[in-house]
Nanobody, 124 residues
Framework: QVQLVESGGGLVQAGGSLRLSCAAS????????MAWFRQVPGKERDFVAG????????YFADSVKGRFAISRDNAKNTVYLQMNSLKPEDTAVYYC?????????????????WGQGTQVTVSS
C-alpha cells in the first residue's frame, strides 16, 4: 500500500516562507515523477510544481515561478516544496502526488497516488 504523507503546512504572514515535505512509503517504483497540487474550496485541484524521478527536470505553474522550488531526496523517498514570498492567494490545501512515468504531467487525473493534504494559510 503506497502512502504519501505531507507535513510542514501552517499559518504564515504574507512575504514569509514555508517548506512542505512529502514522504513516500510502501511502493516500488522505477521512475516516479512527483508533484505538488493545491486546492481551495469549490475549485479544482491545481498543479503547482513537479519534478522528474531523478530531479533533472522541474516545472512550475506560472503563479509560483520564481517563488517556489521543488526538490527530492530519493534516499529518503521524500519530495520538498520550498515556498518563499508567500501571498494570501497561495492559501490552499497542498497535496503531494506520485505517478510512474518519465515525463512531467500537470493534470491531476494522471497521478495515481495522493497524500492527505496539508493546509497552508497566508495572512495579509
Amino acid at each position: 500500500q503506497v502512502q504519501l504523507v505531507e507535513s510542514g503546512g501552517g499559518l504564515v504572514q504574507a512575504g514569509g516562507s514555508l517548506r512542505l515535505s512529502c514522504a513516500a512509503s510502501g511502493g516500488r517504483f522505477s521512475r516516479p515523477a512527483m508533484a505538488w497540487f493545491r486546492q481551495v474550496p469549490g475549485k479544482e485541484r491545481d498543479f503547482v510544481a513537479g519534478i522528474t524521478w531523478n530531479g533533472d527536470s522541474t516545472y512550475f505553474a506560472d503563479s509560483v515561478k520564481g517563488r517556489f522550488a521543488i526538490s527530492r531526496d530519493n534516499a529518503k523517498n521524500t519530495v520538498y516544496l520550498q515556498m518563499n514570498s508567500l501571498k494570501p492567494e497561495d492559501t490552499a490545501v497542498y497535496y503531494c502526488a506520485l505517478r510512474e512515468g518519465i515525463s512531467l504531467v500537470t493534470s491531476a487525473r494522471m497521478y495515481v497516488f495522493w497524500g492527505q493534504g496539508t493546509q497552508v494559510t497566508v495572512s495579509s
